[in-house]
């Protein structure tokens, strides 16, 4: 399930050193605008310590996570809509992916310098909110040309369709982000088949230096207080200090270095986890000897579709699934001893798979 997750940023914000970090790609990260100047694609395994523990009762064979993909997109300026500095590139880019990272500078180093002179990440998130909402605009635009021909012909559905896009223009012409809007029915259709960039759901990053990563500064708080309105989470992450953890050769090392720096985990396993979140996906495993693995589906998805990520022959032949809740194998611990006590339960082809389940499934083709 190739779904992708876009950092974006203006440029010297920590975007690459992010990326760096939770890929080890090795993308360049340089003291200068536009660093990155194609998009670097990386593969990232999803942190889910579910899995740890099923492959410590289980002791499979090998163990498999699931992963989702980070996108770098090179950095953006004022003008992007119009194709200043790589605007086209940039919005072509994000036009790709399926939801947005926004990385934000709350940081100052002297030795790196900052394209607007000083810091302020209201002022930049503004800076790219404006661009992505302008290049909006031209879509809709070009849809309301289209629609408005059709609406000629007096037909109801096609001066529903025009009346929405007035809508949504309007909400744009606000400097207000189209996933703000809240439409139902065929208007929430229009909206998802205009493909509009400030539709797509989005996380906020605050790169901070080391002191500021457990309890942010002043420019944290001033970003916060800027997007509490706003349907988005927002964590704190030095991508310094993930750099460095990234470059330590043992768990151990890695441990000591985050209990110095009196966090819990990595900021990159909290960054993916909320990624995971924000493109709207859930995890199921399968367990058994040979193998202990984590599948990615979407949120309400029923069983048989759930099946065919495995393989379509699943999906095709499905018969019933065979589940077992993740909790019940935890204080269980073994199948055996979850059938003894009648806790697997046997589903049909309406059931919606849950976040964590263990799932068997059963098909002819």
């Not at 992963?67 to 086209?88: F, H, P």
């Amino acid at each position: 399930m190739a779904l992708q997750c876009g950092i974006v940023g203006l440029p010297n914000v920590g975007k690459s050193t992010l990326f760096n970090a939770l890929t080890s790609a090795k993308a360049l990260a340089a003291n200068y605008p536009f660093a990155t100047k194609d998009p670097n694609i990386g593969i990232i395994t999803v942190p889910d310590e579910r899995l740890d523990k099923l492959t410590e009762i289980i002791t499979p064979k090998q163990t498999v996570p699931t992963s989702i993909e980070i996108v770098d997109i090179a950095g953006l300026i004022k003008g992007a809509s119009k194709g200043e500095g790589l605007g086209n590139q940039f919005l072509a880019n994000i036009r790709e992916v399926d939801a947005i990272v926004h990385v934000v500078r709350c940081f100052v180093d002297d030795n790196v310098v900052h394209v607007d002179g000083d810091v302020n990440p209201v002022r930049d998130k503004e800076i790219i909110d404006t661009e992505l909402i302008l290049k909006d605009i031209e879509t809709v635009e070009k849809r309301m040309d289209r629609l408005r021909k059709l609406a000629k012909t007096a037909k109801k559905e096609d001066l529903q369709a025009l009346a929405t896009a007035e809508e949504i223009m309007a909400h744009l012409n606000q400097g207000k982000p189209a996933r703000s809007l809240e439409l139902e029915g065929d208007a929430a259709e229009l909206l998802n088949d205009m493909y509009l960039m400030t539709s797509k759901p989005i996380l906020y990053v605050c790169n901070v230096d080391e002191a500021s990563v457990v309890d942010g500064n002043e420019h944290t708080k001033r970003f916060m207080e800027a997007v509490k309105d706003e349907p988005a989470e927002v964590i704190l992450i030095s991508a310094e200090i993930e750099s460095q953890i990234a470059q330590m050769d043992t768990i151990e090392e890695r441990k000591e270095y985050l209990e110095m720096m009196g966090l819990h985990e990595p900021g990159v396993n909290r960054l993916i986890k909320s990624c995971y979140k924000l493109l709207n996906l859930i995890t199921y495993f399968t367990a058994g000897e040979k193998e202990v693995r984590a599948w990615t589906i979407h949120r309400g998805w029923k069983a048989p579709k759930a099946a065919g990520v495995i393989h379509t022959d699943f999906e095709k032949g499905f018969i019933r699934a065979e589940v077992i809740k993740y909790e019940d194998m935890i204080t269980l611990g073994s199948e055996a001893a979850i059938k003894e006590v009648g806790k697997m339960a046997v589903e049909g082809k309406e059931y919606v798979v849950k976040d964590g389940d263990i799932m068997h499934f059963r098909f002819n083709v």
